[in-house]
């Protein structure tokens, strides 16, 4: 599977600017917004004002008035030629940006600004009006006294202006200091992730065998679980490299000793005097071969066990029918040994298990059973259904353990002293770990009736 690796640094200061844009981009409008409302509120409060002033001075003397041409406001020289750099002592820019005329109702021209068109600026209709004239939106109101009509405009763009200007004043001032935030921003996640640069160079420096906890100087409190989580998992590589170093230790000195009985047997069969040394000595090397082929199995299926490579899926089991299958197998053997085998089934169970594993669990028990059991006795095979718990128990006829020896026998290659056996300490701790792989219980203890010893097993019930 291909990886693929991203700047997390990157991606914040990438996330926190997209969040910056879209926020000044909202305050930005909403800015603008309102300053063009206000700002048609107070032009348009100027313009009806202006109007009311020209009709109250001039307008009913105009009226009145024989005039052959309008008269016309003119404005200061230097405003007409170059308005943007005009000293405030000859007024202001926007004055060419502002008109007024003076109508009669019988269409005659009375007055005008030089900033005005010969023609009406909006048709002779009281109230605001937005007029376009050569090109160039204007706002217009008008207003009508007696006879005369007033009418006062001013370019459009003179609204726009200040609106942009006030979107302007808010926008810059944030740009600027986002700047300086996405730079801050920066600089504290490279300082916040120099942490996580220590610990990926502490790591690069240990060698494959250590496995000491990692620890640093200072630790945020964001990469303490990491760092908590890689401890645990180094502590269970280090127990699982142990467990790993015991279990071959162990099993090299476990099998030494049959390999060494077979290498002596063969060697007095080469030197035999007479067909029965030699059938004896042969006999004899079988045996050993088969208890180290035994034991053989036993440490690979222990091994499995241990490094769960021996799992299969779980599945619904009808416990009845595991046992017969598995007495059907064992029978004959533990026959050999003039023993017998019952199962007593109280009542039908399933569980949820691996199939193979259950198989051993209860082939090692009874073997176990048979090994330790009286060489003409009965092993009982029990199946019971207790409080929602399948009880599977396996109970010989044989020498009953100690209890001193109870806590030690689950312990891999511990034998109970005075065992004739011949195992090898394998079995039960085989049983004890496929329990707690199905996440039950187990226990040992002596027959109700004082002779022999009960191994009991508790598995969770399915229906």
């Not at 023609?119 to 109230?127: E, F, H, N, S, T």
């Not at 502490?202 to 908590?228: C, D, M």
């Not at 707690?436 to 187990?442: D, F, L, M, W």
């Amino acid at each position: 599977m291909t990886t693929r690796l991203y700047s997390g640094r990157w991606r914040l200061v990438g996330a926190t600017l997209l969040c910056m844009l879209l926020i000044f981009a909202g305050i930005g409008l909403g800015a603008h917004h309102v300053a063009r409302r206000e700002s048609d509120e107070l032009f348009s409060a100027r313009l009806a004002t202006s109007a009311r002033v020209l009709e109250a001075l001039v307008a009913h003397q105009l009226s009145s008035a024989t005039i052959s041409r309008p008269l016309v406001i003119a404005l200061p020289h230097e405003l007409e030629t170059d308005p943007s750099n005009l000293p405030r002592v000859y007024g202001h820019r926007y004055e060419t940006k502002i008109a007024f005329q003076v109508w009669r109702d019988d269409g005659a021209l009375l007055a005008k600004s030089a900033s005005s068109p010969v023609a009406a600026l909006a048709p002779l209709k009281a109230g605001f009006s937005e007029q376009m004239i050569d090109g160039v939106p204007w706002q217009v109101f008008a207003l009508r006294s007696a006879n005369v009509w007033v009418l006062t405009a001013e370019k459009d763009e003179v609204r726009q202006e200040m609106s942009h200007d006030i979107g302007m004043s808010i926008l810059t001032p944030l740009a600027v200091g986002g700047v300086f935030m996405l730079i801050a921003v920066n600089l504290l996640l490279l300082r916040s992730m120099r942490p996580l640069s220590q610990l990926a160079a502490r790591i690069a420096a240990r060698k494959p065998e250590s496995l000491e906890p990692l620890a640093l100087p200072a630790t945020p409190v964001e990469l303490a679980p990491i760092i908590t989580e890689l401890n645990h998992l180094l502590d269970r590589i280090r127990a699982a490299f142990e467990r790993e170093q015991r279990f071959l230790n162990a099993a090299a000195h476990e099998i030494r000793t049959p390999i060494a009985a077979v290498q002596l047997h063969m060697e007095n069969a080469l030197r035999a005097e007479g067909p029965q040394q030699l059938q004896t000595s042969l006999q004899c090397a079988m045996d050993g071969a088969r208890r180290t082929s035994k034991l053989a199995e036993q440490l690979l299926a222990l091994g499995r066990l241990t490094a769960g490579n021996d799992a299969e899926p779980m599945r619904r089991l009808s416990m009845p029918e595991l046992c017969c299958e598995v007495i059907g197998a064992v029978e004959p053997l533990v026959a050999r040994r003039g023993q017998t085998v019952g199962l007593d089934v109280q009542q039908p169970c399933h569980v949820l298990g691996e199939p193979t594993q259950l198989q051993r669990l209860l082939q090692n028990l009874i073997d176990n059973a048979s090994s330790h059991g009286d060489p003409h006795g009965d092993i009982a095979v029990t199946l019971d259904v207790v409080d929602g718990t399948v009880l599977l128990g396996v109970a010989n006829d044989g020498p009953p353990i100690a209890e001193s020896e109870l806590a030690h026998i689950f312990t891999p290659y511990y034998r109970v002293p005075g065992a004739q056996s011949g195992g090898h300490g394998l079995g039960l701790a085989i049983v004890k770990e496929i329990v707690e792989q199905h996440h039950g219980r187990i226990v040992v203890q002596p027959r109700a009736n004082g002779r022999g010893t009960l191994v009991q097993v508790s598995l969770d019930v399915v229906a």
